[in-house]
């Protein structure tokens, strides 16, 4: 097994993790961001008002993109199972 393969794969596997949590991450600094702004302009200081519509993005998001989310998984597991033997070739 070459380290450069083994380091690709390792690259391949991070890209993949940043690009499946990007969009339920952007969601929720865009969602809290605006929400902190709401409370700092209205001075209205509820723990409560920045969580719940956070989740209900979030939720929404990955009801939306979870199809995509999964295949892009299911595509690396693949190309995984496909390289196993070279993995196993050394």
Known sequence: MDTSFVLELGLQALLLA???AAPLLLTALVVGFTIS???SI???QEV???FV???IAVAIVLFLAGHWMISESVAF???LFEKLPELIEG
């Open 18 to 20: 940043a690009k499946l």
């Open 77 to 79: 597991v693949h190309m």
């Open 42 to 44: 209205t001075q209205i």
């Open 37 to 39: 702004l709401l409370q």
């Open 48 to 50: 409560t008002l920045s």
């Open 53 to 55: 519509p956070k989740a």
